[in-house]
């Protein structure tokens, strides 16, 4: 089994369609990356876990699912990285890969410790790409629009 451990915000700020939407509003890019992210977990039977930082905001660490991804939010004064990490050593054994997508220069050398592969922002948003273009050509996706599909790749 495959796990995709997604750093929200390093995300969101690597991808111009979310880019443009946080300038807007916040919690619209985390809601759609966490779209994009379910639709591309439904085509590849990937795990996803999207984890967003809660530092320096008071709380405790709030979970929840959209579409069987699982969302985190940090818990206070923890950062995304750390919950990456740990979750990457929890995670792993020999039955499961475990991959962090982040462009986070030194998070991708604390999870190459941990056993797990890197993705950086751009490569992930290429992935999504060719998932979208896979399943559009085989009629999967037919008829839908470029807001309801992973990317622009899928219109006709």
């Known amino acids: 089994m495959n796990i995709l451990l997604v750093d929200g915000y390093n995300i969101i700020g690597a991808w111009p369609e979310l880019q443009k939407l946080k300038q807007k509003d916040l919690g619209a890019?985390?809601?759609?990356?966490?779209?994009?992210?379910?639709?591309?977990?439904?085509?590849?039977?990937?795990?996803?876990?999207?984890?967003?930082?809660?530092?320096?905001?008071?709380?405790?660490?709030?979970?929840?699912?959209?579409?069987?991804?699982e969302v985190i939010f940090t818990k206070e004064n923890e950062t995304a990285d750390e919950r990456i990490e740990k979750m990457a050593i929890k995670l792993n054994n020999i039955r499961t890969q475990i991959y962090v997508a982040t462009s986070d220069f030194t998070e991708q050398w604390q999870i190459f410790g941990q056993g797990a592969l890197r993705i950086s922002a751009r490569e992930l948003l290429t992935k999504v790409e060719m998932v979208c273009v896979k399943f559009y050509s085989k009629?999967?996706?037919?008829?839908?629009?470029?807001?309801?599909?992973?990317?622009?790749?899928?219109?006709?």
């Open 139 to 156: 009629g999967q996706m037919s008829g839908k629009k470029w807001e309801d599909t992973l990317s622009s790749k899928c219109t006709p």
């Open 29 to 69: 890019a985390r809601d759609r990356l966490v779209e994009i992210m379910a639709e591309y977990q439904g085509y590849t039977d990937d795990k996803v876990i999207v984890v967003f930082d809660a530092y320096g905001v008071k709380g405790l660490e709030k979970k929840y699912r959209y579409h069987k991804v």
